[in-house]
């Protein structure tokens, strides 16, 4: 079956750092992958996606790459803000499939 | 975009009893999903609701512990029933963005309800 393997977190920055949430993937064939963001008291919002290899998602200063040849799909910033303090998804709809699978989510503090 | 309320937004219960958790959407959609947040864990997806049919659960969840209803293009509750504390999870409610199948259809989440189970 389709599953998703994000890090653990929390993962604690200082502002301005760099950010990279790992995310690797099990899937029959070629899913699309998605990264989700749930800021504090707020729903889960979409932030990005890719539906094919080497596809980049891109939003708000974040980037993702669909890499076909590690099934990867790793979240990155250059320079986090306090505002990006949140909890990120990573997830994956496979062929046929109605629903996502998700990662376990990865929580991210941003410290100014 | 799809704007979608869940109420309530949280409950404590006693276990034994049941509660049911209402997901209206501003627009009319083919299909509904209902996923479960336990904590520290990710969403899992319990079942999906067609309107005009049963829902389809995924392995794992029945019906007689989590039914659903599906009365309309625009609205489903999901009832936890006979409640322990090991069903304290966020529950959400999300539908596609375009059409279901597709494999670049994203989705749209409520604000999810958290229950509480003591």
């Known amino acids: 079956g389709n599953s998703v393997t994000q890090m653990e977190g929390p993962v604690t920055l200082s502002e301005e750092a760099f950010l990279t949430i790992n995310c690797t993937y099990t899937?029959?064939?070629?899913?699309?992958l998605f990264w989700y963001v749930q800021y504090p008291g707020e729903g889960l919002q979409l932030l990005l996606k890719?539906?094919?290899?080497?596809d980049k998602g891109s939003n708000k200063g974040f980037e993702a790459t669909y890499r076909k040849e590690t099934t990867s799909f790793h979240l990155e910033k250059g320079s986090v803000q306090v505002s990006d303090s949140a909890v990120y998804f990573c997830?994956?709809?496979?062929?046929?499939?109605?629903?996502?699978?998700f990662g376990k989510g990865t929580h991210l503090i941003i410290q100014p | 975009s799809a704007v979608i309320s869940q109420k309530p937004s949280r409950d404590i219960c006693q276990r034994g009893t049941s509660l049911t958790i209402q997901c209206q959407v501003d627009?009319?959609?083919?299909?509904m999903f209902w996923y479960r947040q336990q904590p520290g864990q990710s969403l899992t997806l319990i079942a999906t609701?067609?309107?005009?049919?049963?829902?389809?659960?995924e392995s794992g969840f029945v019906i007689d512990k989590f039914p659903i209803s599906r009365p309309n293009l625009t609205f489903s509750t999901l009832t936890v029933s006979n409640m322990s504390p090991e069903d304290s999870s966020i529950y959400l409610c999300?539908?596609?963005?375009?059409?279901?199948?597709?494999?670049?259809?994203?989705?749209?989440f409520g604000q999810g309800t958290r229950l509480t189970v003591v």
């Open positions: 999300s539908v596609p963005s375009g059409a279901p199948l597709l494999l670049n259809t994203e989705a749209f």
């Open positions: 899937a029959t064939g070629y899913p699309s």
């Open positions: 890719a539906t094919k290899a080497d």
């Open positions: 997830a994956l709809k496979g062929r046929g499939a109605d629903g996502l699978t």
């Open positions: 627009s009319q959609v083919t299909m």
């Open positions: 609701a067609n309107q005009g049919s049963e829902a389809t659960y």
